[in-house]
């Protein structure tokens, strides 16, 4: 019996893997601590896209420039120094992740080389990320990247990517300073109202027009200071993505 659930759920696994909108990421991915830009982002997952995580290596991986304006949603007519500007920066960030068992330090991106004649980028990835991103068999989450294709916010994106780990349990729950931290503003919203206005009510309005699921949420305070925040996940049930008729083609 437990062999035939293994081997089911790695025909899943492979079945996601050959699938163009979705892609397996791990929770401890989903749950570090960095601070990127929705661009940033989403060049990010691109990437992940593109790795055979049936694989116990990561190649180089090479992305054409239309691939990733087409991803990433951008037509400025200079997207090509556009782009590099945002990948150089990417290079340069950092994510951060610690549990009970590793704490994991590391860039998300060794090297980035634009062939400029032939119009594409290659991607290097730290040594230090591959255990995140290979041979995945527990502790992850698969998302659809149809939901972020047109949100402008990062914080769409991952609050998109918790409801998805928390799907089967309807709700989950973060401190607001954890919140805060994970998302690396500790320093910019210390004001709670502005962190509610600009991060928690700006990624809802754009979950609702743009993805699958959305959330709704309960401030918790203790001594009239708001400590703590219980998110409601909501299935979208009127989303209608650009390109899909009503009846799903």
């Not at 918790?162 to 989950?172: A, D, L, N, Q």
């Amino acid at each position: 019996m437990e062999n035939d659930k293994l081997a089911k759920r790695n025909k899943a696994l492979d079945a996601i893997s050959n699938d163009p909108y979705r892609l397996i990421k791990t929770n401890p991915i989903i749950n570090a601590r960095y601070d990127i830009t929705a661009v940033q982002m989403k060049v990010f997952l691109k990437i992940i896209s593109c790795i055979d995580q049936s694989k116990d290596d990561i190649a180089d991986i090479e992305i054409s420039v239309q691939e990733v304006q087409k991803f990433v949603g951008k037509g400025a007519k200079n997207i090509h120094a556009y782009l590099q500007e945002e990948l150089s920066k990417l290079r340069k960030k950092e994510i951060f992740y610690e549990d009970e068992n590793i704490r994991l330090e590391s860039n998300f991106i060794n090297s980035i080389i634009y062939h400029k004649k032939k119009g594409y980028f290659t991607f290097e990835i730290p040594k230090s990320l591959k255990p995140f991103l290979l041979q995945i068999k527990e502790n992850f989450t698969v998302i659809d990247i149809r939901n972020i294709l047109f949100v402008d916010s990062v914080y769409a994106i991952r609050f998109y990517e918790f409801c998805k780990e928390f799907e089967r349990f309807g709700k989950f729950e973060f401190d607001v300073d954890q919140l805060k931290a994970m998302f690396g503003l500790s320093e910019r919203y210390k004001n709670y109202f502005d962190f509610k206005l600009k991060v928690l009510q700006q990624a809802r309005a754009e979950l609702i027009k743009h993805s699958e699921l959305y959330f709704d949420f309960e401030e918790i305070k203790e001594r009239k200071k708001i400590v703590r925040l219980r998110f409601t996940i909501i299935k979208n049930n009127n989303l209608q993505r650009e390109g899909e008729s009503e009846d799903g083609m």
